[in-house]
Every structure is written in structure tokens, then in C-alpha cells.
């Protein structure tokens, strides 16, 4: 899966921009990016959304234990890779359908986190059991969510295209021809949204994360790291 957003929807993340800097390689446009998607992938669907978002997807060569899935609803649109081993329980909890699918529940959480906020964002996320990583855009409000599973079992890489743009998809492959060095894996059990303005570990979000400059012998140009939390000692 790939999603491609202009830098009016996301800003260029520091830690990537410097890791391209220090190494500089090759890049590509983003709609060069997409091509190549789609060119190499003989079932993939693209879309354009306005101005300044493109997404991507292929059934193609996908596992059986963590298949793709897409759908729009109310002009949110998600990318959603994986499967959720409490979606039953979490589908009574949205007031959602038997046949509903982990994409169309994500868009209910993220539905229900924009317009009601019960709880926290963290803790909504922290609520998905299982293996995914999934990308959500709000086209309403110009907003993008995203997000992966604490163990980093559906890998999803981050980087910055030639003109400017932030693409997320699960193959690095793929993003080291459109994003040079500036390139990351997006790190697990964290997210991030537009709306807050970076990225929060979901177990932990007052933990900061910072980014680990990579040697010119990697393929990614930098690794995000989620810093452990002070132990405290006991007073006596």
C-alpha cells in the first residue's frame, strides 16, 4: 500500500529531511512514485484526493495472515493492512455489523476519536489487538492518521519524495527509489496525526522518540526510538 501527501497535509518531518541531508541520493516525484507503483503491480488501484493526496493498493502478493484492505466512508479514506484479533469485540463496541471488516472499524474508531473523543488517542489506538499498520485521511478536515502495531509485525516506512512530499508505504524497497535517505521505518506501537503534530508512542505517549542517524551502509537513512521511561527510585 502506498498513501503520497503534499506538504499542506503533512510537514516534512525534521529527522528525515536531515537524514537525506547528510547523505544525499536520488530521488523521485511523487507521482513518479506512484507509477511505479502501480506499474509494478498489475492489480494495484490508485486515486487522486484533490490537490494533494494519492493513495495505492494491491491485492498482489499479500499473506494470507495480514491481507490489505481499503474503503471510504463519509470521506475518510483508509489503507489498513493486517488483521485485529479482537475485532469481534471491538465491533460491539462501535455498534458496528457482524460483516463489518478491520478497515471500516478503524474508520468507526477514528470517526468516533474525531467527533466524540471519549478517550484518548492513545488509548483508541491502544485498543487494536493484533498485527497492522493502517493510514487514515480525513479528507473532511485535511487530516492524516497513521499508525502501527506494537510489535512491528506489518512493517510501514516513511520517507520524503523529490518534490516535497511525504509518501508512507510497506515497501522499502519502493520508497528508496522516490525517497533517497530520507527514508525511516515508522516505528512500531506508535502513531501519528496531523492533528497533534508528531509522533506518540501509544503505550507510553509522554515517552519522546527520537531518530538514530543510520550509517551509509543502510538502506534507511535514519531509526526512530521510543526512550524508556525513568525509573524512580523509592523514597525511603
Given amino acids: 500500500m502506498l498513501g503520497v501527501f ?17 547523505t544525499p541520493s536520488p530521488k523521485t516525484s511523487a507521482k513518479s512514485l506512484v507509477n511505479r507503483f502501480v506499474g509494478s503491480n498489475a492489480s ?30 463519509d470521506e475518510i479514506f483508509c489503507l489498513f493492512e493486517g488483521a485485529l ?23 468507526e474508531a477514528y470517526k468516533a476519536l474525531r467527533d466524540r473523543a471519549p478517550y484518548p488517542v492513545n488509548q483508541v489506538v491502544g485498543h487494536l489487538i ?34 516535497g512530499c511525504v509518501a508512507f508505504a510497506n515497501d522499502a524497497d519502493l520508497l528508496k527509489v522516490g525517497c533517497g535517505k530520507s527514508l525511516a521505518s515508522f516505528p512500531q506501537g506508535c502513531f501519528y496525526s496531523t492533528a497533534i503534530g508528531e509522533l506518540r508512542c501509544y503505550e507510553n505517549p509522554k515517552n519522546k522518540i527520537t531518530a538514530v542517524p543510520a550509517t551509509e551502509e543502510e538502506i534507511l537513512g535514519a531509526k526512530y526510538m521510543v526512550e ?3 525509573i524512580l527510585s523509592a523514597t525511603q
Wanted: charged share 15%; hydrophobic share 40%; glycine share 6%.
Fill in 44 to 73: 494495484a488501484v490508485s486515486m487522486q484526493i484533490g490537490d494533494d493526496v494519492q493513495l495505492a493498493y494491491t491485492h498482489q502478493n499479500e499473506s494470507i495472515t495480514r491481507p490489505r484492505s481499503f474503503a471510504v466512508k
Fill in 228 to 230: 524508556a521511561s525513568p
Fill in 85 to 107: 484479533d479482537n475485532l469481534g469485540s471491538l465491533k460491539q463496541q462501535y455498534g458496528l455489523s457482524k460483516s463489518a471488516n478491520e478497515v471500516i472499524l478503524v474508520i
Fill in 6 to 22: 503534499s506538504s499542506s497535509i503533512v510537514s516534512l518531518p525534521e529527522e528525515l529531511v536531515a537524514a537525506g541531508s547528510r
Fill in 130 to 163: 493484533g498485527n497492522f499498520a493502517f493510514v487514515v485521511f480525513d479528507k473532511s478536515t485535511s487530516t492524516l492518521f497513521v499508525a502501527t502495531d506494537q510489535h512491528g509485525k506489518v512493517p510501514l516506512y516513511w520517507g520524503i519524495t523529490a518534490d
